[in-house]
């Protein structure tokens, strides 16, 4: 058996260096090879003092010494030129091996002899990355670089996948090809990056192959070998690499796209569900963002120390979804047709502990008889009302809370409750027992467990806030503005009707046939573009909601809303803002608002003339005490009940079948790059028009019932997502 060279250009990072010598030489290989450390004048004599050491105390270890900085190409090549009759691995200095890397590397190479290059998995090794291609994974929880090898090194090693370029970070590189190809070129590649892709390039036109190790993985640290002038490199690298080669850029993306890997990938995810046994919770939710994937992540988050998460939801009207857990970037496809056969049996392969069902829109009759297969406890949270009648904010087509509501047990089910498109019968057979069955049902406001009440009186439900509520010990004092010639009304959220789109722009209208000086901002955006009597800020991220509200720095935010919000996130924003609030006697605005200063209520219902009437009184109050600080003394301290709750036990640890040697499992892969294409086009136009001068009073006309139902059959995201 030929001994192989491992070089390790080194020139800084001492411990770095030091975990990757130390990781090559405890790997149990029984391919015969010798490591050959090429120091290329570093910055930090230690470092040179301690690969003297290491070469010292193992003979397997050669020193070589560079008399002056050569950079990553010239150094890599004179280790090619060391031994002219043995294969070559290239090992950056800030990587570690495990195992028998070094065999399952060889065995690929002697499958073929056109093979030149081999590059195994990696957390960080563009098109060989796992989990996700092309960018830096941080590993996942509780997993170690030995762990992941292991179970890597358990998966066969063939059809070979072969790859436009190999990566420098670990790369195998056959004698028989170097000497067939040439070395690296020193010329046009300078001090190093791209030097593997232009190798490899001129491999395949002489008719040698670039492929895959999917059986090894390697850790890389990144960034490390030779110092941080890669952005720059990297810039002049591309622009050579395409000037040599046209055809490169496409190849590479034709690979991403295509991914022929990602099989192997997601079905290695799925192992390593099974294998560490941690375990894991179903979320349950409908895919269209907001408060609710809020949620899941804050609660994901918050359980992440003992548990893994992942989230079931629907795609289409005809397709179900489930993403793998976030650090894998992955998700599985289900035909809703074929019912919960294919969904329950992946499921039950993976040591599933509870189920958490945050909604269940587009997937109503499904998620019953999900339940009574997996046979695992379950908590139900309470985001909406919908789970009484399909109906997410109690409101009529006007977008205006029902009051009274109907009683449940004369004509509940012919109430106006019922969208039109709810399968009345269907929601008392598949939703409500969901409701009546769970192990804990969870509201986050005391107002939303009352009107759950009125329609199921014997439903036991705990109130707890949301996880963010358990992030601070109490709200910052309120802040009063200082006088000053306008007075700025903030509205803040993405505003349908029944979050009072129309109220906030009747009300704006109205201020100025009054004369008073008010200026009133939407941060965020309405379902349709509103009169320029508001100003529209546009669509935001949550993370940057602190500092637009600070920028924007209103005197009032008033909270325009027609629906009881059962615990709006905008509301947590500006209470940790100490911002002065108006907000209807009505939901959770009501409930989490109680007792603090400078916040004001409007009993509900209430016109346009009211609300305007009871801004300016507030404006006035508050002018005449500008610049204070109220402290909220009767604020509810948190009580901490999803940071010391252990939701749910082990209580299996799946069948342990195999997923990724399932053939069937490519048939769950979801789309790499999903996009509704021409379809977000066409809503992204119609949304425009409808806020163009001709169209926009004509769209009024058209029921919203409607308009809904148009956007949500041509796509699922939110309008603010749909970029064009």
């Not at 170690?144 to 370029?165: C, G, H, N, V, Y």
């Amino acid at each position: 058996m030929n001994e192989i060279d491992i070089i390790i250009p080194v020139h800084s990072g001492l411990q770095e260096t030091l975990r990757c010598i130390g990781s090559v030489l405890s790997a149990q290989c029984q391919t015969p090879f010798a490591v050959q450390i090429i120091y290329d004048c570093g910055p930090d004599p230690s470092l040179e003092q301690c690969i003297d050491r290491i070469a010292a105390a193992d003979r397997r270890v050669t020193v070589h010494k560079n008399e002056k900085n050569l950079g990553f190409v010239k150094t890599v090549n004179i280790g090619f030129r060391l031994h002219q009759d043995r294969d070559v691995i290239i090992l950056n200095s800030d990587t570690e091996v495990c195992g028998d890397w070094i065999d399952r590397i060889v065995a690929i190479a002697r499958q073929d002899r056109s093979i030149a290059t081999i590059t195994p998995f990696s957390n960080n090794a563009e098109i060989c990355s796992f989990p996700v291609l092309c960018r830096y994974n941080a590993l996942p929880p509780d997993s170690t670089p030995e762990l992941l090898d292991r179970l890597f090194s358990q998966l066969p090693d063939r059809p070979l996948i072969e790859l436009p370029t190999g990566v420098g970070y670990c790369m195998f590189i056959s004698r028989f090809a170097l000497s067939k190809v040439g070395m690296f070129d020193e010329t046009l590649f300078g001090k190093g990056y791209g030097e593997e892709n232009d190798f490899c390039r001129r491999a395949k036109a002489k008719g040698f192959l670039n492929v895959l190790a999917p059986n090894v993985f390697v850790f890389h640290a990144g960034g490390v070998s030779f110092g941080d002038e890669k952005a720059e490199r990297v810039e002049a690298a591309i622009a050579e690499i395409d000037r040599l080669y046209p055809e490169y850029i496409r190849e590479v993306h034709t690979h991403i796209v295509n991914d022929p890997a990602r099989k192997i990938r997601v079905g290695f995810v799925e192992k390593l569900l099974r294998r560490r046994n941690r375990p894991i919770v179903l979320h349950i939710s409908h895919g269209l963002g907001g408060g609710t994937i809020r949620y899941i992540e804050e609660l994901s988050d918050s359980l992440a120390d003992g548990y893994e998460s992942i989230v079931l939801e629907p795609k289409s009207s005809a397709v179900c979804r489930l993403k793998l857990p976030l650090w894998s970037g992955e998700s599985l496809n289900f035909d809703l047709k074929n019912g919960t056969d294919e969904i329950s049996r992946i499921l039950k392969t993976l040591p599933l502990a509870g189920v958490v069902i945050s909604h269940i829109k587009g997937i109503e009759t499904m998620v019953m008889p999900l339940l009574q297969k997996l046979q695992l406890p379950v908590w139900c949270v309470l985001h909406d009302f919908y789970f009484i009648a399909g109906n997410p904010t109690l409101t009529n087509k006007d977008g205006k809370f029902i009051q009274p509501l109907p009683s449940p047990d004369v004509g509940f089910e012919e109430s106006s409750l019922f969208y039109e498109d709810v399968g009345k019968s269907k929601w008392a057979q598949y939703v409500h027992p969901i409701l009546l069955k769970a192990d804990k049902v969870i509201a986050p406001s005391e107002s939303t467990k009352h009107y759950y009440r009125h329609f199921f009186p014997t439903l036991k439900i705990e109130v707890h806030p949301h996880p963010d509520y358990e992030t601070i010990d109490k709200y910052p004092p309120v802040i009063t503005s200082n006088i000053r010639s306008v007075s700025k009304i903030a509205v803040i959220g993405a505003l349908g009707l029944e979050k009072g789109a129309d109220l906030l722009e009747r009300v704006a209208l109205l201020s100025i046939t009054t004369g008073k000086p008010l200026e009133f901002h939407l941060i965020g955006y309405a379902y349709r573009p509103l009169h320029r009597a508001v100003i529209t800020h546009g669509a935001y991220e949550d993370c940057d909601l602190p500092s637009l509200i600070q920028t924007i720095s209103p005197d009032l935010v008033w909270y325009p809303c027609q629906w009881p919000e059962t615990y709006s996130y905008t509301l947590s924003a500006v209470l940790r803002a100490g911002a002065p609030l108006l907000v209807p006697k009505l939901g959770a605005l009501a409930d989490r608002t109680r007792g603090r200063p400078a916040t004001y209520h409007l009993p509900y219902p209430a016109s346009a003339e009211d609300w305007l009437a009871k801004i300016l009184k507030t404006v006035d109050e508050l002018s005449a005490m500008p610049g204070q600080s109220l402290e909220w003394v009767e604020q509810a301290s948190p009580a901490y009940f999803y940071t010391s709750t252990i939701p749910f036990p082990l209580t299996k640890s799946g069948d342990c079948s195999d997923v990724y040697d399932d053939p069937v499992i490519q048939e769950y892969l979801s789309p790499k790059h999903e996009g509704q294409g021409q379809r977000e086009k066409i809503i992204y136009w119609l949304f425009r028009l409808r806020g163009a001068p001709v169209f926009r009073h004509v769209s009024r006309f058209i029921p919203i019932t409607y308009q809904r139902w148009l956007k949500r059959r041509i796509t699922r995201k939110p309008i603010h997502e749909i970029k064009i």
